[in-house]
């Protein structure tokens, strides 16, 4: 079993920045993609991007151009960089991991995002 902690939400105003990090509780097993997703009040979880162990990189179409998503040198952490953030950012952010061959999916507990007007 692997425990994953998000960290870094906050408060900020529109425009500002924030940098969310997640840390994994043991090493991952390759491959292996690491994620971070979104989550409305009312509405579903969705992806905001993910990185793969090899380094591929994907993004929701709404936050291309102003979040990055990196992976640490201890490949047990991701970052999400945030950049340009508006009202409509606010959300619980999650955390996952995916371990490929195992097959298995690991959450973190969410981190609250609120972007001020």
């Known amino acids: 079993q692997v425990q994953v902690v998000e960290s870094g939400g906050g408060l900020v105003q529109a425009g500002g920045s924030l940098r969310l990090a997640c840390e994994a509780s043991?090493?991952?097993?390759?491959?292996?993609?690491m994620g971070w997703y979104r989550q409305f009040p009312g509405k579903e979880r969705e992806l905001v991007a993910t990185i793969s162990s090899g380094g591929r990189k994907n993004y929701a179409e709404s936050v291309k151009g102003r979040f990055t998503i990196s992976r640490g040198n201890a490949k047990i952490t991701t970052y999400l960089q945030m950049n340009s953030l508006k009202p409509d950012d606010t959300a619980v952010y999650y955390c996952?991991?995916?371990?490929?061959?195992?097959?298995?999916?690991?959450w973190g507990q969410g981190t609250q995002v609120t972007v001020s007007s």
């Open positions: 996952k991991i995916s371990e490929s061959l195992l097959q298995r999916d690991y």
């Open positions: 043991r090493n991952i097993f390759n491959p292996n993609t």
